[in-house]
């Protein structure tokens, strides 16, 4: 019997750093990504979307309510909590906010306004990820704001950090609860139960604020 053929487009990417297939559905366009480890059969791929395809649509019906949850802020960007309204000015170039007002370019802002969310996004995490650090006797090496597809924030073993600059899109306590969840790795690298019991003692009550990203982080888009 010919095997059954994939439900969805989709792209491979091999890796030197993968142990196993894993699929990734993109959050921001429902874009299938298909992660192989280098030495595995291509055919591999094809095999895990059609053995995961109930899970990716899943994840596809999360990213059009994700989608329709975007268009329908009718002007308004979220910030921490925070609904921004948007304002066009003629001749401005450079984004500003001024109350609960953002005063953008005319035209396409987005390229304007994600730079400013990047430059908030530093202002914000700097000093929220030295505090955590210093609560847990602990120092990083470099702060680095990113826009990673799947990946909230990260932690090298050389204590090096990054976040991703849309975590502003979010309600306050889920900003905070990603910093101490990757502060929380300068003391343990993977999450095993003493991960999880530190991430108690820094952040009691993380699990509400992680349980908001897991069910909410495909609206965090401008």
């Given at each position: 019997?010919?095997?059954?053929?994939?439900?969805?487009?989709?792209?491979?990417?091999?890796?030197?750093?993968?142990?196993r297939?894993?699929v990734?559905?993109?959050p921001?366009?429902?874009?299938?990504?298909?992660?192989?480890?280098?030495?595995?059969?291509?055919r591999?791929?094809?095999?895990?979307?059609?053995?995961?395809?109930?899970?990716?649509?899943?994840?596809h019906?999360?990213?059009?309510?994700?989608?329709?949850?975007?268009?329908s802020?009718?002007?308004?960007?979220?910030?921490?909590?925070?609904?921004?309204?948007?304002?066009?000015?003629?001749?401005?170039?450079?984004?500003h906010?001024?109350?609960?007002?953002?005063?953008?370019?005319?035209?396409?802002?987005?390229?304007?306004?994600?730079?400013?969310?990047?430059?908030?996004?530093?202002?914000?995490?700097?000093?929220r990820?030295?505090?955590?650090?210093?609560?847990?006797?602990k120092?990083?090496?470099?702060?680095?704001?990113?826009?990673q597809?799947t990946?909230?924030?990260?932690?090298?073993?050389?204590?090096?950090?990054s976040?991703?600059?849309?975590?502003?899109?979010?309600?306050?306590?889920?900003?905070?609860?990603?910093?101490?969840?990757?502060?929380?790795?300068?003391a343990?690298?993977d999450h095993?139960?003493r991960?999880?019991?530190?991430?108690?003692?820094?952040?009691?009550?993380?699990?509400?604020?992680?349980?908001?990203?897991?069910?909410?982080?495909?609206?965090?888009?401008?």
């Amino acid at each position: 019997m010919p095997e059954a053929a994939p439900p969805f487009q989709y792209t491979v990417r091999r890796s030197d750093r993968a142990r196993r297939v894993r699929v990734r559905v993109d959050p921001r366009d429902g874009a299938v990504e298909v992660v192989l480890p280098r030495r595995a059969a291509a055919r591999e791929a094809a095999a895990a979307v059609v053995e995961l395809r109930g899970w990716i649509a899943r994840r596809h019906a999360e990213v059009a309510v994700a989608r329709a949850r975007v268009a329908s802020r009718d002007g308004t960007v979220p910030f921490l909590g925070v609904d921004l309204l948007l304002r066009a000015e003629p001749g401005r170039t450079r984004v500003h906010r001024r109350g609960d007002v953002l005063l953008v370019p005319e035209g396409d802002a987005r390229p304007a306004i994600e730079r400013w969310y990047r430059r908030q996004a530093r202002a914000e995490i700097a000093p929220r990820l030295d505090a955590a650090a210093a609560a847990l006797g602990k120092s990083y090496t470099k702060l680095t704001i990113r826009d990673q597809r799947t990946r909230w924030g990260s932690c090298s073993s050389a204590g090096a950090m990054s976040f991703n600059w849309r975590l502003l899109l979010a309600p306050d306590a889920v900003l905070e609860y990603v910093v101490r969840h990757e502060a929380c790795h300068l003391a343990v690298m993977d999450h095993s139960p003493r991960f999880w019991g530190l991430m108690d003692q820094l952040m009691p009550g993380y699990e509400r604020p992680r349980r908001w990203l897991r069910d909410h982080g495909a609206t965090l888009v401008l």
